[in-house]
């Protein structure tokens, strides 16, 4: 086994919850997956944690690209996948070259959302699925159930003062990302933008919830909030797969 693939095997599940969750997904949504070659584009990969584990689970054909190259020298050489520098408005790929494409929480950093999704479309297969994922606008709280990330660490100090951040947005007027904050969309607003371009929108903020938090001690919590009559104000994000026409 190679250094990039035991480094990846001790990752930690629950950082990387989205990853796995897209190929459970995409496999029940379509099992011919499992037995036929695919291309899968990251669009905003980061380091290349997600693209690596996609790649293994899905024995896929990966690009994936990012606007900053903090790309780790450990996934570089993985095998099947390609990092490179690009923006999603405008992407290096033809057009119809993609069976799925992997939009986790980065949406919601983008100048141009709409534009986005239009250039994702372009380069995605007919019948070609995407799974995005953001911040939930209309939220009440924010970073309750957050892992640890790069340059962010899950005190409750920390969590505390992201709420407070949040709050003070909001009363303001200026909880949007085009403010800087990392606000995200509302159901409503992130599925208009979708039908722009694609179909059979299936919202998996349930599962998606269920699947990360299985083991978390708010998992009952977070169980009752993704129940229709809470899912628009209490779920931190949402989650969608939508299909290209």
């Known amino acids: 086994m190679s250094t990039a693939q035991t480094s990846h095997d001790e990752l930690s599940i629950s950082s990387h919850a989205g990853a796995e969750f897209f190929c459970q997904t995409l496999i029940t949504l379509n099992p011919q997956w499992e ?5 899968i584009l990251i669009a905003g990969c ?36 390609n990092y490179q520098l690009a923006s999603v408005c405008d ?29 994702l479309a372009r380069v995605l297969k007919p019948k070609g699925w995407i799974f ?12 309750v159930g957050a892992h640890q990330q790069t340059q962010w660490d899950p005190t409750w100090k920390n969590k505390f003062n992201d709420n407070v951040r949040d709050w003070k947005a909001r009363l303001t007027g200026r909880f949007r990302n085009e403010c800087g904050a990392h606000a995200g969309f509302s159901q409503f607003e992130l599925a208009k933008m979708l039908s722009a371009n694609f179909e059979n929108q299936h919202w998996v903020t349930q ?9 978390h001690r708010l998992a009952p919590i977070l169980a009752v909030a993704a129940q229709p009559i809470l899912r628009a104000i209490v779920p931190p994000s949402i989650y969608v797969f939508a299909q290209h026409p």
């Open 132 to 143: 995005v994922g953001t911040p939930n606008r209309h939220r009440l709280l924010s970073s």
């Open 46 to 81: 980061g380091a290349g944690h997600e693209a690596a584990l996609i790649q293994r689970q899905l024995d896929a054909s990966v690009d994936a690209v990012d606007v900053e190259d903090e790309f780790d020298n450990q996934f570089r050489a993985w095998p099947n996948i």
């Open 35 to 39: 037995h036929a070659e695919r291309r």
């Open 207 to 215: 599962d998606y919830l269920q699947h990360k938090y299985q083991q």
């Open 91 to 119: 992407l290096p790929f033809a057009n119809d070259h993609f069976d799925a494409i992997f939009y986790h929480h980065v949406i919601e950093h983008v100048d141009q959302p709409q534009q986005s999704l239009t250039e």
